[in-house]
């Protein structure tokens, strides 16, 4: 379970008409003890009934009720809400009590309230008064339960009442899905990542300005092997795009070109297809799924409760990997920032190299364009190739050429191992017609 932009601790800036939102991220050393005493608090009440955790008592090891409510949630990755087994319940209470049971065709509390039901229905009428309550219960219950030795029902009426309301919230147990408990420093970091990736569900486009000289140095002082450069990160970009349904345009800075034999700075905006009935951030999970990739500081796993849980949010925080070379590093990244959509208007979220420090160790992710088939259907024909009318609105810049890996490449002195990424000529304007690889 994630929280949502709503319930995240947050300030709002307005700049003439410019309206900028800033998220609270947690920085090193920040709130550690209070995460510590919230995570104790959990394991406290491993086993005990959800009507025994105490929200207020939460919050309190926290201090900030928005935090508290968030780091809650973060949490949920590790410690989750499970219903106890009937069958394990009720042997506990007695092995005869369980064959009376499944002799009456009772094997769940739904059950167990319909069978109540008819008794009273049959044995009062239909209607039971307060008095009549616990006598009525204690016949049902010799009923069903038998009797012991000495003829008392060996069904206590307390029992009975407990079995009747196994399945609600109140009666679930809390459980641990890993061996042991989370330290402060994992929560932590996937509450920013988690926080991070509330921004980006809500956001209609996302702007990165890479630097590909560092890029270069990066990838030459991680491995002495040839580099692809970083046309490996545009061709990967467009196949991810492609099976995401993700616009994008890139293109040169226009200042780097005039005053560079080589330009390096390079522009990236990821936008989803905008429609005429649907909300400006309708494709934010996409644009979010695609960064996180893009980063490289995540492999999709699938949550096993159907989103935030361990698989999803631990598989985040493994020990990271060796850097990708289809990632890009948060140090060749010089600017960053996500056009976001909250309560009707719309803000400007920069995310600067502290933020994006902020979040998991960049881990492998190479295996997933193999391991993980999209869930986005793609979103234009596979026979056709239609040309992009939403580039137009973007700043004018330098188009990249058509043999964009080897032209980048080429242009950084570095060599290149990769086929072009086109193979049939375009109309001269790669932003309008990059449309045609998904």
Request: a negative charge.
């Amino acid at each position: 379970m994630r929280f949502s932009l709503q319930d995240i601790k947050k300030q709002v800036q307005r700049r003439g008409n410019i309206l900028s939102v800033s998220l609270h991220f947690l920085r090193s050393g920040e709130l550690r003890e209070e995460i510590e005493h919230l995570v104790s608090y959990h394991e406290q009440l491993l086993g005990h009934a959800q009507r025994d955790f105490s929200i207020d008592d939460a919050r309190a090891c926290i201090g900030d009720y928005r935090l508290a409510h968030c780091l809650i949630t973060t949490l949920s990755a590790w410690y989750y809400w499970q219903q106890p087994d009937w069958q394990m319940v009720v042997k506990q209470l007695g092995n005869d009590i369980l064959e009376r049971f499944q002799e009456a065709n009772i094997t769940s509390p739904a059950q167990l309230r319909l069978a109540l039901f008819n008794f009273v229905n049959d044995r009062f009428d239909g209607f039971l008064d307060a008095q009549m309550r616990g006598a009525a219960l204690e016949e049902f219950a010799g009923m069903h339960g038998g009797t012991d030795q000495q003829g008392m029902p060996a069904l206590a009426v307390p029992d009975l009442e407990y079995l009747l309301t196994l399945d609600s919230d109140e009666e679930a147990v809390l459980v641990r899905d890993t061996s042991h408990a989370p330290g402060a420093e994992e929560v932590a970091s996937l509450y920013n990542q988690w926080v991070f990736e509330a921004a980006l569900f809500n956001a209609s486009d996302v702007h990165f300005v890479i630097d590909c000289t560092t890029f270069i140095k990066m990838q030459d002082g991680a491995t002495n092997k040839t580099t692809t450069g970083i046309g490996a990160v545009i061709k990967r970009l467009c196949y991810l795009s492609r099976n995401l349904g993700v616009y994008y345009d890139l293109a040169y800075d226009s200042d780097s070109i005039a005053d560079q034999t080589s330009p390096s700075i390079l522009h990236l905006t990821l936008y989803g297809p905008q429609e005429m009935t649907g909300a400006p951030q309708q494709y934010g999970l996409r644009l979010a799924r695609l960064c996180r990739i893009l980063l490289g500081y995540s492999n999709l796993y699938h949550s096993r409760r159907g989103g935030g849980g361990v698989d999803e949010g631990m598989g985040r925080l493994r020990r990271p990997g060796p850097t990708s070379p289809a990632t890009l590093s948060t140090a060749a990244i010089l600017q960053a920032e996500a056009t976001i959509h909250f309560l009707q208007r719309a803000y400007r979220f920069v995310m600067d190299a502290t933020l994006l420090n902020l979040l998991p160790s960049p881990v492998e992710t190479n295996t997933i364009e193999t391991q993980a088939p999209s869930n986005f259907p793609s979103t234009s024909p596979t026979n056709k190739h239609p040309i992009s009318t939403y580039a137009k609105y973007r700043n004018t810049t330098t188009s990249l050429h058509l043999f964009m890996t080897a032209a980048l490449n080429s242009l950084l002195q570095k060599p290149s191992t990769h086929l072009p990424i086109a193979t049939e000529l375009m109309d001269g304007n790669w932003n309008a017609s990059q449309s045609r690889f998904y």
